[in-house]
């Protein structure tokens, strides 16, 4: 069937030059449409005497004694001025690089010197050359954290009071799923697609309250979707390589990534939440994570069961799900733009997409389609959106 | 003691984009007294160490970046402050003096701060409009051009007929078309004209205002008819006075009913930039009028001195004796006489005692020579 469609369908392959030329012919109609539209400008009776649209998004603040610094990134109908700058409701001396208009989607960095007051807040406005103000209100000032060692070496120690350690306390169940019965077993594997349930929504919804703070035009919450959506792809294809499902070590490592991911996203968290001032919150932060993250060393043990692992794999593991937390808190307490945010969010959500469709299909493989639906698969699963859920109301 | 700390290269590097200020006395004294504030702390890591740069050292840098085109603005501040427009004057047959102007609204694009653009509407191009001054009793004709695209009146406070009042009802002049409004000068004092327009607000804000003088005829109060020619434009005893008009407003620059933008005449900081010239050998009055718009009440504060403050400006003595604060509500007018003949030569501030109208534009100088 294959072989009597294929030549139909396709433009000969004896003539590669024809589908080339077949294929160029779109792309000079949309050259030439465009250039009509450019040149010819047929909708200029329509946007002659419209109004100028402007958005500016201010990506990222940072307070260094004395300085406000603020990256911006425009989009408008044409390029922004950013005319004056208001501090707290005053008029203040700022230098803008490159200064200028700001074209589509362009960035610029705004520097102001500005006595800001430790713990308390202040609110910038930026007024364009056409009077439209974009505000940004700092709720707490805190310095932002230096980038030099002793701050990554205590932001690090964070990241792995955060990801490591909870993980890897996680991993010393193993000794004790080995132990289960068949039901037992297939309690603590349907657990973990629960664990893992909950963090998938958790990284979705973080994503998309991320993309939601980004420039419109960016579509970031689309990017959310796409990156989770190609991620997920990308680490099954790459999984299932070679015609082999993930199982055992392989699933765990596949676990372990996606966990990775996620922690990489609470490392944001708790860095932003230092930046913002809120280091009373990042204690109550790490306290929670940590709790909320033993269950995520459990859901990666859980494939391993009857099989004998080495010291080092659980070693990596608990490095390869926990360490991505600390490059987190570093960036985050650097406050990052919410787009790449959004995006590094969706590929979180992608990976742990993968794992429950892997550790779905081991529990079929193990015990048959219907398994799924037994007690000890969906209680499994509900027990284990509940601890996540509990425990997350310690962060 | 001066020394280059990083905060004044900071502030050098913002005062680089305002060439032409940093020329002036008023930017060069600021520059001094940010150069001899604190130095910043040494930087810190995660913890902040108390405040962000030292205390009392932030004035310097509560200024608008760069200049704006006077030019291209078609007024400039400091000459607002004493173009007095006093018309074409004629006297009849019955010697009836008759004053007459022309004023003409045209809708223009007018630079409020450096880059900063706003869609105004104006009277003869310019905000305030023109300072129309006179003498009370002679007969006043308005002629007025509405060369805008929207419909405007001239609504002067006055003593009129309720047919000269420019309201919607009377005097409301279409695109393209004229009305004259015609009454007599009084009562003697310090007042306005504003376009009435509905809607009410937008046609303020957007600038279609300007101050109405009219000065006392010393021969209708022979009770005080020194102090009433001293007001009288153009005098003996009126040269003895320096004498000035500012109007306090304030721009909505994305019209959401909230001021973006305070100044004294127009331009935010103008007479921070470039302060006023006031001579010590001469009295200073002042022609206070407040139409800012959204904000209930504007004020007016001088340093290193007191005043007398005259209410409506519509009596010979004070209403207010040796003070150094007042507030008008919107509308609300006065004549200020202040006498700097025993002080030291140099900046005294006035500006509006609301920290925020000041920190947004509304902080002036006075150079005293």
Not at chain 2, 225 to 250: F, Y
Request: charged share 15%; hydrophobic share 45%; net charge neutral.
């Amino acid at each position: 069937m294959k072989q009597d469609i294929a030549p139909t369908l396709l433009a000969s392959p004896a003539t590669p030059w024809r589908t080339t030329a077949w294929l160029l012919l779109p792309v000079v109609v949309l050259g030439a449409i465009l250039a009509l539209l450019i040149f010819g400008k047929p909708l200029e009776r329509l946007t002659a005497d419209a109004p100028p649209v402007e958005k500016v998004s201010i990506e990222r603040v940072r307070l260094t004694p004395g300085l406000i610094t603020l990256h911006i990134r425009a989009d408008g109908s044409q390029p922004i001025t950013i005319a004056q700058v208001q501090v707290d409701a005053a008029f203040r001396l700022f230098t803008i690089s490159p200064p200028g208009p700001i074209g589509r989607l362009g960035t610029a960095r705004i520097e102001i010197p500005y006595p800001w007051i430790d713990g308390e807040g202040h609110k910038i406005v930026l007024l364009s050359s056409t009077g439209a103000p974009f505000e940004r209100t700092i709720d707490v000032a805190r310095a932002t954290p230096a980038w030099d060692v002793p701050t990554l070496t205590l932001l690090a120690l964070v990241g792995v009071l955060l990801g490591v350690a909870p993980v890897a306390t996680g991993l010393l169940a193993f000794p004790a799923l080995g132990s289960l019965s068949t039901n037992g077993m297939r309690f603590v594997l349907a657990l973990t697609v629960g664990l893992l349930a909950y963090l998938f929504l958790d990284t979705l919804h973080e994503g998309l309250e991320q993309a939601g703070r980004a420039l419109e035009r960016l579509r970031a919450q689309a990017a959310v979707w796409v990156s989770l959506l190609i991620a997920a792809g990308a680490l099954t294809m790459i999984g299932r390589r070679g015609g082999r499902v993930p199982e055992g070590a392989a699933l765990a490592t596949f676990i372990a990534l996606g966990i990775g991911l996620h922690n990489l996203g609470e490392g944001l968290a708790v860095g932003a939440a230092i930046a913002a001032g809120e280091a009373a919150l990042a204690t109550f932060l790490v306290i929670g994570f940590t709790i909320h993250n033993v269950s995520e060393g459990f859901g990666i043990a859980a494939p391993l069961v009857g099989r004998r692992p080495r010291l080092i794999t659980f070693i990596g593991l608990a490095a390869l799900a926990g360490l991505p937390a600390v490059p987190g808190v570093w960036i985050g307490a650097q406050a990052v733009s919410p787009f790449w945010m959004a995006l590094c969010f969706g590929v979180g959500a992608g990976a742990i997409l993968q794992v429950i469709v892997e550790v779905t299909g081991l529990i079929v493989r193990r015990d048959g389609r219907a398994a799924l639906l037994t007690p000890a698969s969906i209680g499994g699963v509900a027990a284990g959106l509940a601890i996540m859920y509990v425990t997350a109301l310690f962060v | 003691m001066v020394t280059t700390s990083k905060r004044r290269l900071l502030l050098g590097a913002g005062a680089g984009a305002v060439a032409g200020a940093i020329a002036t006395p008023a930017a060069a004294g600021l520059a001094m007294r940010s150069a001899l504030a604190q130095a910043v702390p040494p930087a810190s890591g995660m913890h902040g160490q108390g405040h962000g740069a030292g205390h009392g050292t932030s004035g310097g840098d509560n200024l608008v970046v760069g200049t704006v085109d006077h030019e291209r603005n078609g007024f400039d501040p400091h000459t607002i402050l004493t173009d007095w427009d006093v018309g074409e004057a004629s006297t009849d047959s019955q010697g009836r003096k008759t004053r007459e102007w022309v004023v003409t609204a045209v809708d223009k694009e007018v630079e409020l701060a450096p880059g900063l653009m706003f869609p105004a509407w104006t009277f003869n191009g310019r905000i305030p409009g023109p300072t129309l001054r006179c003498t009370e009793g002679e007969r006043l004709r308005v002629v007025f051009n509405n060369g805008s695209k929207h419909p405007h009146t001239m609504h002067f406070h006055g003593i009129h007929s309720w047919r000269m009042d420019g309201v919607p009802y009377a005097g409301l002049v279409q695109p393209g078309e004229r009305f004259v409004y015609e009454f007599d000068a009084k009562p003697f004092g310090c007042h306005l004209y504003h376009c009435h327009a509905l809607p009410l607000k937008r046609h303020i804000h957007k600038g279609m205002y300007g101050t109405f003088i009219i000065d006392p005829d010393p021969a209708r109060h022979p009770e005080a008819a020194a102090v009433a020619e001293s007001r009288l434009l153009g005098s003996p005893r009126n040269a003895e006075w320096q004498e000035i008009m500012i109007c306090m407003n304030a721009f909505d620059t994305n019209f959401d009913d909230e001021n973006e933008v305070y100044a004294a005449n127009t331009i935010p900081f103008a007479y921070q930039q470039k302060p006023i010239r006031v001579e010590r050998g001469r009295k200073l009055r002042i022609y206070l009028v407040n139409i800012t718009e959204f904000d209930p009440i504007n004020s007016f504060h001088v340093h290193g001195n007191f005043f007398d403050y005259y209410d409506h400006g519509t009596t010979l003595t004070p209403t207010s004796r040796m003070v150094d604060t007042i507030m008008q509500c919107q509308g609300q007018r006065g004549i200020i006489e202040m006498d700097w003949s025993e002080h030291e030569p140099g900046q005294y501030m006035f500006h509006a005692h609301q920290s925020e109208f000041a920190e947004l534009g509304w902080m002036s100088h006075f150079e005293v020579v």
